[in-house]
T-cell receptor, first 112, second 111 residues
Framework: DAGVTQSPTHLIKTRGQQVTLRCSPK?????VSWYQQALGQGPQFIFQ???????QRGNFPDRFSGHQFPNYSSELNVNALLLGDSALYLCASSLGHGNTIYFGEGSWLTVV | KQEVTQIPAALSVPEGENLVLNCSFTDSAIYNLQWFRQDPGKGLTSLLLIQSSQREQTSGRLNASLDKSSGRSTLYIAASQPGDSATYLC??????????FGTGTRLLVSP
């Protein structure tokens, strides 16, 4: 049973560019969330997708957008990259409400 | 606004010791609380989930307790091993799938 899978694992982008990160949820899970984790900090909630719609959003600018596909996989897009966007981006999935949330290994983004 | 605090920020113990990690949160209106482990440069591994109606959960050498009214949770690790060395994060669930995390406790268990 594959867990939450994310790609790419590492990437380097230049300030001002755009990036797309991808996530496949754990088998059977229908809800996907994205988190940003800066070095030495706890993860911060970006947004959550359920039934292909953004259901909840954290305190992140509109440069951060996402999408969920009919197979429940998801993408996180970040436009106009800033140096401060350098972080580990984590995808999480769960089935419904109140159940254990599982995380992927993350995508390391470095903006230079 | 929900805030989660973890104490201590770092902990170093010799192998075999029993230890307690603390987590506190400011708003008791939570759905559940989850403890995670994070190895350096890696993602999060779920350890224990405690629903808001529960008082504790156990898995092997790990025991987590929850006192929702006082806004506190503890993670007890029995007979610590070097392989337990990692950062431990607690998170409270405040929305459908929104977790609010603490900054973690970095644990080092020496042989």
């Amino acid at each position: 049973d594959a867990g939450v899978t994310q790609s790419p694992t590492h990437l380097i982008k230049t300030r001002g560019q755009q990036v797309t990160l991808r996530c496949s949820p754990k088998s059977g899970h229908d809800t996907v969330s994205w988190y940003q984790q800066a070095l030495g900090q706890g993860p911060q909630f970006i947004f959550q997708y359920y039934e292909e719609e953004e259901r909840q959003r954290g305190n992140f600018p509109d440069r951060f957008s996402g999408h969920q596909f009919p197979n429940y996989s998801s993408e996180l897009n970040v436009n106009a990259l800033l140096l401060g966007d350098s972080a580990l981006y984590l995808c999480a999935s769960s089935l419904g409400h109140g159940n254990t949330i599982y995380f992927g290994e993350g995508s390391w983004l470095t903006v230079v | 606004k929900q805030e989660v605090t973890q104490i201590p920020a770092a902990l170093s113990v010799p192998e075999g010791e029993n230890l307690v990690l603390n987590c506190s949160f400011t708003d008791s209106a939570i759905y559940n609380l989850q403890w995670f482990r994070q190895d350096p440069g890696k993602g999060l591994t779920s350890l224990l989930l405690i629903q808001s109606s529960q008082r504790e959960q156990t898995s092997g050498r790990l025991n987590a307790s929850l006192d929702k009214s006082s806004g506190r949770s503890t993670l007890y690790i029995a007979a610590s091993q070097p392989g337990d060395s990692a950062t431990y994060l607690c998170a409270v669930r405040t929305g459908f799938q929104k977790l609010v995390f603490g900054t973690g406790t970095r644990l080092l268990v020496s042989p």
